[in-house]
């Protein structure tokens, strides 16, 4: 991709060793999918992408960043409205800024109720990538569209997708395929093979805090994945429960996960209190983590049906179809 032929400089915001970002201007010389070329104060450099915030070229319409702080905020309806208003054709650099967070607008409507669906969602990442096989946005949304694919039960597809990742060389999105891939599988009940996967997440010697992130969520699930497939379910609700101990309660992502994983133990254990009170903590404490919530919800559902709960059954599913219709959660209500 070509840079801007205007005189004014492109703009890149690399992110710093303290996690903070620096505003560097100059002009995009080349992008790919892991780096990009930038001719700045320092000269040329070629710099990966996982230490860019974000890039703009030099004559980018105020409302493709707006778009963007839109997305941040959950704002998605306004965030297309405002990347409809760019004219296209004037830089490649531009046009691909557009397509591409339109997609993630759209992405991430489809998976918090709104009215776009997974289907229409992942035909617009699917239309970003087929034209701009050289972004360096090209690995994140290989990744969405994964999730969507999983979300709409084209499994084989998604793990396709997860494949890719754990060969990205992008430490984040290898780490994320690696998850990614043992989710798959679990929704698939091959759960050694999950396992497996998980393991490979745990073991990676990477130390930066996104890894180790997923690593601690790869344990929960390693756990889970372990009870599911007819391991020991009392030795993996021992490992969860030193987990809860251990960890940050402000980890709202890995705590959801957790109590998560303890729940479906315990329905492997036949333990319908249990696994109940288990889930009931995600559904009322970590409701904001809306993949774990909505499993949640689903055993919920599941559970008040068997207890003939029926107002409280019908709530739950009422959730699933209206917030979390565009999951694969919704997708297994009989």
């Known amino acids: ?20 970002s620096s505003k560097q201007t100059g002009k995009i010389q080349e992008i790919s999918a892991l780096s990009v070329t930038f001719n700045g104060r320092s000269g040329v450099e070629k710099i ?13 319409p105020v409302e493709v960043e707006k778009a963007r702080d839109r997305i941040d905020g959950a704002r998605y309806d306004e965030a297309l409205e405002l990347l409809d208003r760019v004219k296209l054709g004037s830089n490649p650099i531009t046009d691909a800024e557009v397509g591409f967070y339109r997609a ?10 709104g009215s776009v669906s997974a289907v229409d969602a992942g035909g617009a990442m699917n239309k970003f990538i087929k034209a701009n096989a050289k972004s360096h946005h090209i690995v994140p949304a290989t990744e969405m569209m994964g999730r969507l694919a999983m979300a709409d039960g084209k499994l084989d597809f998604a793990k396709q997708k997860f494949d890719l990742l754990k060969k990205s060389n992008w430490p984040e999105y290898v780490a994320k395929g690696l998850y990614l891939s043992g989710e798959a599988l679990m929704r698939e009940k091959k759960y050694p093979q999950a396992a497996a996967e998980f393991d490979k997440l745990i073991s990676l010697r990477g130390n930066d805090d996104l890894t180790q992130r997923y690593k601690r969520l790869g344990q929960c699930q390693k756990a889970k994945a372990a009870a599911l497939g007819g391991g020991d379910a009392a030795a993996s609700i021992a490992t969860l429960e030193t987990i809860i101990k251990q960890e940050n309660p402000d980890d709202k992502e890995l705590f959801a996960c957790a109590y998560n994983a303890l729940g ?8 319908l209190a249990e696994a109940q009170e288990k889930f009931l903590f995600t559904h009322l404490l ?14 919920l559902t599941s559970i008040w049906t068997t207890q003939n709960q029926t107002d409280r059954a019908s709530e739950a599913r009422q959730i699933l179809k209206s917030r979390y219709r565009n999951t694969w959660w919704s997708g297994q209500l009989n």
């Open 1 to 20: 991709m070509a840079s801007s032929a205007s005189a004014q400089n492109d703009v890149l915001y690399r992110i710093k060793k303290s996690g903070k």
């Open 48 to 60: 990966p992408v996982w230490e860019i915030e974000k890039l703009a070229a030099g004559n980018e």
């Open 104 to 113: 993630m607008a759209m992405s991430k409507m489809a998976f918090s109720g």
């Open 264 to 271: 479906s133990c315990h329905l492997k254990s036949n333990d």
């Open 286 to 299: 970590f409701d904001s983590e809306s993949n774990a919530h909505a499993e949640a919800v689903y055993h």
